[in-house]
T-cell receptor
Framework: EADIYQTPRYLVIGTGKKITLECSQTMGHDKMYWYQQDPGMELHLIHYSYGVNSTEKGDLSSESTVSRIRTEHFPLTLESARPSHTSQYLC????????????FGNGTRLTVT | RKEVEQDPGPFNVPEGATVAFNCTYSNSASQSFFWYRQDCRKEPKLLMSVYSSGNEDGRFTAQLNRASQYISLLIRDSKLSDSATYLCVVNMGNYGQNFVFGPGTRLSVLP
């Protein structure tokens, strides 16, 4: 069983607030990812990291930012939340080895009112 | 053309049926292949990796055809609990890990 955790599980917040979604993994995986998924829709990669101090933007443009100061921690921040940010945010990690799968956290469902 | 394409679905099948899902990918240099299942409003969970020689895990069989750039998943004796969306995932290997997700095929197993 993968050990990757996301908090909070659900978040309802007002427009303009700053929010940070937490993601931690205890597997020592170098690679971490953030995906965004609307209900019934495909997953879209918004950020990824190959290791400490490495962050890259994904395929889907996002107003969020990420940081990777420690291997196990990959938080995502929205400086000013808007209703268009309402979505499910999924964090994942993987070993840096061909053939290794992605392991997902249980997601944060964000609603911006 | 999408990098990873799947049967559009949904598939509605009776309990006990055998169902097959198909997936094609565009990048011939793709390195590894997976099937995930995703329940409604949950995270994707790894169902199985797909190996070149084909592999089986209980009622589930995965096949890979590199020449045709095609992956399949066969579910035998389907159960109500198999109802989910099945995602084909391809690691295209650009600059390290580059996982590309198919749009998914929804399966409903009916009593």
């Amino acid at each position: 069983e993968a050990d990757i955790y996301q908090t909070p599980r659900y978040l309802v917040i007002g427009t303009g607030k700053k929010i940070t979604l937490e993601c931690s993994q205890t597997m020592g995986h170098d690679k971490m990812y953030w995906y965004q998924q609307d209900p019934g829709m495909e997953l879209h990669l918004i950020h990824y990291s190959y290791g400490v101090n490495s962050t890259e933007k994904g395929d889907l443009s996002s107003e969020s930012t990420v940081s990777r100061i420690r291997t196990e921690h990959f938080p995502l921040t929205l400086e000013s939340a808007r209703p268009s940010h309402t979505s499910q945010y999924l964090c994942a990690s993987s070993v840096d080895r061909t053939g290794s799968p992605l392991h997902f956290g249980n997601g944060t469902r964000l609603t911006v009112t | 053309r999408k990098e990873v394409e799947q049967d559009p679905g949904p598939f509605n099948v009776p309990e006990g049926a055998t169902v097959a899902f198909n997936c094609t990918y565009s990048n011939s240099a793709s390195q590894s292949f997976f099937w995930y299942r995703q329940d409604c409003r949950k995270e994707p969970k790894l169902l199985m990796s797909v190996y070149s020689s084909g592999n089986e895990d209980g009622r589930f069989t995965a096949q890979l055809n590199r020449a045709s750039q095609y992956i399949s998943l066969l579910i035998r004796d389907s159960k109500l609990s198999d109802s989910a969306t099945y995602l084909c995932v391809v690691n295209m290997g650009n600059y390290g890990q580059n996982f590309v997700f198919g749009p998914g095929t929804r399966l409903s197993v009916l009593p």
